[in-house]
C-alpha cells in the first residue's frame, strides 16, 4: 500500500513540476502565449486563467490518474516498460486535449481568414502548434516518468528488505 500512495505522490509532484513550466511561460512575456490562443482562444480575460492555472492543474490530474493505474502492475513489468506506460498515459490524453480544445475553439469562435486560400494554412499551423506542444510535453512526461518509476522502484525495494 506504502508503495501505491509513494508513486502517486513521486506523480503529484512531478506534475506541478511540468505543470510549472505553463504558468511561467503565460504569465511571463513570450510569444508561448500567442501559441496558445492559436490553439484555443478563449477570449482576453479566460487565456491566462486557463492556460496558467487550469491547464497545468488538469496535468497534474492526469499524472495522479496515470500512476493510480499503473501502480498495481509496477512489481510485474520492467523499469522502462512502465516510464513508457506512464508517459504513453499521459502524453496521449494531453495530445487528445489539445486537439478537442482545439476543435471546440473552432466551433465557438468560428474560423476567420481574409481569404479562402488561408484556411488550410491556417488549420495547419495550428496543428503543427498543438504537435511541438505535445511533443514539449511528451519529453517533459518522459523524464518525470524516468524519475518517478525509479524513485518507486527504489520505495518497494526498501519496503522489501524490511
Known amino acids: 500500500m506504502e508503495q501505491k500512495t509513494s508513486i502517486r505522490k513521486d506523480s503529484i509532484i512531478a506534475g506541478f513540476f511540468v505543470g510549472s513550466i505553463f504558468p511561467l511561460l503565460i504569465f511571463s512575456k513570450s510569444y508561448f502565449f500567442d501559441l496558445c490562443i492559436q490553439i484555443c482562444d ?7 486563467i486557463f492556460w496558467g492555472i487550469l491547464f497545468p492543474l488538469f496535468i497534474v490530474f492526469l499524472f495522479w490518474s496515470t500512476a493510480k493505474k499503473i501502480s498495481f502492475s509496477l512489481n510485474q513489468i520492467t523499469y522502462f516498460k512502465a516510464c513508457s506506460q506512464f508517459s504513453f498515459g499521459v502524453s496521449s490524453k494531453i495530445i487528445l486535449a489539445l486537439f478537442t480544445l ?4 473552432k466551433f465557438i469562435n468560428g474560423i476567420s481568414a481574409p481569404l479562402r486560400s488561408q484556411f488550410p494554412d491556417q488549420i495547419i499551423f495550428s496543428i503543427l502548434t498543438i504537435l511541438f506542444l505535445s511533443f514539449v510535453l511528451m519529453v517533459l512526461t518522459f523524464i518525470s516518468s524516468l524519475i518517478i518509476v525509479k524513485l ?4 518497494q525495494s526498501l519496503n522489501q528488505t524490511k
Open 42 to 48: 478563449f477570449g482576453i480575460f479566460w487565456n491566462p
Open 102 to 105: 482545439y476543435i471546440i475553439g
Open 152 to 155: 518507486s522502484q527504489n520505495s
